[in-house]
């Protein structure tokens, strides 16, 4: 149903039997709004990358700045990959975070070198994220992402 008592603008997408929709802030930047809700917890799954179709890209890893992380607020990546088979599969990069700032989530076999500089990583046909959010105790507590950058290399 329609929320009819609602005091926000509703934007609704859609193509064929596909709809979307997002609910407006009252402000120009929706974050600084402090009455527009956002979800405390919950998955979100990025745009699949499909770039040079066929071709193996090696993934090794994400940057993001983040905040309201806590030891109980955290926020988890999992780089879920189709491999040179075909095959679909799923894996956790570093754990996660509980901290507050720039961080970098780096993809499993991937090796810091002495120099800084980073090797290895996930050879993907495709891939996207799943970026998960837990909330502690604390319902008014969240988690954020505030950007991210993804390092891809050709193989």
Partial sequence: GL?????R??????????VAWFVEGNTD????DTSYPYAASGTLYSTKVRRK??????????????????????????LVYTDHTGASKTV??????TKNGLQTVYAPGVTTNPDGSV????????????????????T?????????????LGA
Avoid: H, N
Wanted: hydrophobic share 30%; proline share 5%; charged share 20%.
């Fill in 119 to 138: 090797t290895g990583g996930v050879k993907a046909i495709d891939f996207y994220l799943k970026i998960t959010m837990a909330r502690g105790s604390t």
């Fill in 9 to 18: 603008d509703t934007i609704w997408v859609g193509s064929d039997d596909d």
């Fill in 92 to 97: 956790r990069c570093g754990s996660p975070v």
């Fill in 29 to 32: 930047r929706f974050p600084d």
């Fill in 53 to 78: 179709p066929g071709e193996l890209k090696i993934v090794q890893g994400f940057q993001f700045q983040s905040s309201g992380c806590t030891s109980t607020e955290t926020i988890a990546f999992d």
């Fill in 140 to 152: 008014t507590l969240s988690p954020k992402i505030k950007y991210s950058t993804v390092r891809v």
């Fill in 3 to 7: 929320a009819v008592s609602q005091t």
